[in-house]
């Protein structure tokens, strides 16, 4: 039962989000359901990070199916560290957003883009394995595209235009590497990646694959010199959003190759 922590940071947004549909016009109601949801699921984190502090990692395998053959939840002290992180930062955002955007703006499913926002950025920094890292990056990468468009204003829509179109070749990108690098190792778990990368003799396809990973990650977050995308689209937005996006969306597209890539890629 306790594995089943690690979950929880993944499906208490997730349920959210689905909810927030269903009211999504009552905004005095949503706004407060909204809040109340962002404090609980830190309380819930809080608790999580201090039990894995005590007892060490909580490991859930999703049906008891055992690595690398199911979905692999890995509630560590870096993951559950970070996901705090983007908790306390979703307070802020939750508490500012209704004197950042118009009623209207509410109205349409911002408080569900919101929560699948954070549904998407906690998987993936809690996934065991690759390919549950790309299905999450697809969840809070939808939940930012109707983010980023929220009011429909013609600079929303021309900037937004670039920002999907890079995602998706990165995306693109992203899976194609992933099914390369199972390829070779034959497992797209973290940590069995990390103990074949170090037993591989393939270390020529191995850098390559390390440097298309290195790429798509520099894309999405916009590091150097793949930054030629990020100013328009991050500032073009309500202030709130482009607070979400640069609090947790852009810096954890920089933490997820330090937590479950590069890390396993040294020899």
């Known amino acids: 039962m306790i594995s089943n922590l690690a979950v929880l940071p993944i499906l208490i947004p997730l349920i959210a989000g689905v909810l927030a549909v269903l009211f999504h016009k009552r905004l005095k109601f949503v706004r407060i359901y909204a809040q109340v949801v962002?404090?609980?699921n830190t309380a819930v984190v809080t608790y999580i990070l201090y039990y894995v502090h005590q007892n060490g990692s909580v490991?859930?395998?999703?049906?008891?199916?055992?690595?690398?053959?199911g979905i692999v939840l890995v509630g560590d002290m870096l993951s559950m560290s970070l996901v705090l992180t983007t908790n306390i930062v979703a307070i802020a955002c939750v508490f500012y957003a209704p004197q950042s955007l118009s009623q209207k703006k509410e109205e349409f499913y911002f408080y569900t883009f919101y929560f699948l926002l954070i549904t998407g950025v906690s998987g993936a920094f809690i996934t065991g394995d690759?390919?549950?890292?790309?299905?999450?990056?697809?969840?809070?990468?939808?939940a930012s595209y109707g983010l980023i468009v929220l009011g429909g204003e013609k600079v929303q829509l021309r900037e937004s235009l670039k920002y999907v179109l890079i995602n998706l070749f990165s995306s693109?990108?992203?899976v194609t590497t992933i099914a390369f690098l199972y390829s070779v190792v034959g497992t797209v778990n973290m940590a069995q990646i990390a103990e074949r990368v170090r037993e591989s003799e393939q270390t020529g396809i191995l850098?390559?694959?390390?440097?298309?990973?290195?790429f798509v990650f520099g894309t999405k977050a916009a590091l150097f010199p793949l930054y030629y995308w990020l100013p328009r689209p991050y500032i073009t937005p309500d202030p709130v959003i482009s607070a979400l996006f640069g609090g947790f969306i852009n810096e954890s597209r920089n933490l997820f190759p330090a937590k479950s890539l590069l890390s396993h890629f040294r020899s």
């Open 38 to 40: 962002t404090l609980i």
């Open 59 to 69: 490991i859930l395998e999703a049906g008891d199916w055992v690595a690398p053959f």
């Open 130 to 142: 690759l390919f549950n890292l790309f299905v999450f990056f697809e969840v809070l990468l939808m």
């Open 172 to 174: 693109m990108l992203f």
């Open 207 to 214: 850098t390559t694959i390390g440097i298309l990973l290195f």
